[in-house]
């Protein structure tokens, strides 16, 4: 089993997931500009909740749609001769960037479709790339004169249009990417010269770009990124989420990420990224992310992939219930077209995954890490735990993410193959069995509430038959399958 130990420290472990956010009354909590202070940080209750997100990488890089959204330093830095190839083939000899920004039109973004979308999929929360590596900005920065999406391209405020469609009419949660450096901006490039001694790109761009961005969007998550050339203490970063924690106008519900200097992944921030697609599969003390992309090697979008490029319905199903399980969120990345619309492949992976969630997100959203995470004598089941609820019972969800088909039943061992008749599990202060029987436990099926399941258990061993397989396929349970164990 992927377990931990049942001692009094992990006990006061899932105590701690259970109290998320909950801070002190009576008194706002003053953080100091240094990691030891912003450590301390409650983390926000809706965060941990949410569990769902989306990941909007747009811009520039959208009009080639080819390699990857770092086209720019792919082409011109390393030379990558599969992009030179590309260039040659398709744009004249002198052709530039910067003339990528002119056809970056956006002709068809309408932010209400985009907003009803996320709702329909399920997410709680959506995050937008505000700036990329190339600079190039989705609202007027002052900072960044001619190269944003009002002066060059769109002509339109994308932020703007996008967090005001959510708040408008869903309850999402909005949230902003920014890139801290810029692969050929003359100041970074300087700042790097002189041995990162003088903070010019800091002072002048990115602290005014951060501001401005909290003060006129109000964004509740601040995604960080493009730290990794230089230390926290260059970005002046612990300056800043000082401020965001203590005077920011989205103070009480901002989240960060852990992207604030080549030494903070891992350590730093309210929930940690660790790295791209990180998914360890086993339980994370602090809580975490897992961003992954649904084109299984770009952010953003590009048009040289097959199907087999894009991740199944199925894929991004088992990747949310195994990252959920051990106490992470999932940022589930979509790359939209120039013209300011997402390709029915991505809709589609969207769409299934809000037709899941609707009927077994009550296992996922608000859940925390049971005893055991995945049960690895049946591989294919997760679990969580379901809210404590006021008459003791406790509830656990069993995931089951390969059907049975051979025999329609299977066997899980929620608390664990090694438990003995003469142990106990004391968790959440009830005492649980040596085993579970019928006058304790009651098994249902989510979405076949309706249909008695069998089941029986021997010691620790529960052995579930499951409803016919053409009433599962008739109420539309697909990708996965829950079980619902309710423990007095």
Not at 354 to 372: D, K, Q, T, V
Not at 382 to 395: F, L
Request: overall charge neutral; aromatic content about 16%; proline content about 4%.
């Amino acid at each position: 089993m992927k377990r931990f130990s049942l001692t009094l420290a992990v006990l006061g472990m899932l105590a701690a997931f259970g109290n998320c956010g909950q801070a002190p009354t009576g008194h706002r909590t003053r953080y100091e500009a240094n990691w030891a202070s912003l450590d301390q940080r409650p983390l926000p209750k809706w965060y941990d909740e949410a569990k769902v997100g989306i990941f909007l990488h747009y811009g520039v890089y959208s009009v080639p749609s080819f390699g990857s959204e770092w086209f720019w330093t792919n082409w011109i830095n390393l030379r990558n001769p599969d992009y030179i190839r590309f260039m040659q083939r398709n744009y004249k000899p002198d052709f530039t960037y910067q003339q990528f920004g002119e056809q970056f039109t956006a002709e068809l973004f309408n932010a209400t479709q985009w907003a009803l979308l996320f709702k329909d999929s399920g997410a709680r929360y959506v995050v937008l790339t505000s700036k990329h590596h190339d600079g190039y900005t989705l609202w007027p920065s002052k900072q960044s004169f001619g190269w944003n999406s009002v002066d060059v391209g769109p002509k339109r405020d994308i932020i703007k249009e996008l967090s005001s469609a959510l708040r408008s009419v869903t309850d999402l949660k909005f949230g902003l990417y920014y890139s801290l450096f810029e692969w050929f901006n003359r100041m970074w490039i300087d700042d790097k010269l002189h041995l990162l001694l003088q903070q010019h790109f800091v002072d002048y761009k990115v602290r005014p770009e951060q501001m401005e961005l909290v003060n006129e969007y109000l964004p509740e998550i601040i995604w960080s990124d493009g730290d990794w050339e230089a230390p926290a203490k260059y970005w002046k970063s612990e300056e800043f989420i000082a401020w965001l924690y203590n005077d920011s106008p989205v103070r009480d519900t901002v989240v960060t990420n852990d992207r604030w200097g080549f030494e903070t992944a891992c350590r730093h921030g309210d929930f940690y990224n660790c790295a791209d697609r990180f998914n360890p599969g086993v339980l994370q003390a602090h809580k975490w992310e897992n961003a992954f992309t649904l084109d299984r090697s770009s952010w953003g979008q590009r048009f040289d992939v097959t199907l087999k490029d894009f991740m199944t319905s199925k894929e991004v199903i088992k990747e949310i219930v195994s990252t959920v399980s051990c106490n992470g969120n999932v940022l589930i990345n979509v790359g939209p077209t120039k013209y300011g619309t997402i390709l029915p492949i991505f809709e589609e992976r969207l769409r299934d995954m809000g037709r899941w969630l609707r009927i077994n997100g009550e296992g996922i959203y608000g859940s925390l890490p049971w005893i055991y995470q995945n049960d690895t004598q049946t591989p294919y089941v997760w679990y969580t735990k379901g809210a404590e609820q006021s008459n003791g019972v406790v509830i656990v969800y069993a995931f089951v993410l390969e059907y049975p088909y051979d025999t329609n039943e299977l066997d899980i061992y929620p608390l664990g193959k090694d438990l003995n008749r003469y142990r106990k599990v004391l968790l959440a202060g009830l005492d649980l069995g040596p085993s579970l029987d019928k006058t304790t436990t009651r098994i249902t099926m989510l979405g076949m509430e309706d249909a008695k399941i069998e089941w029986t258990a021997s010691h620790n061993k529960v052995h579930i038959k499951f409803p016919l397989k053409h009433q599962i396929d008739k109420r539309g349970l697909e990708y996965a399958w829950t079980f619902k164990l309710m423990i007095s």
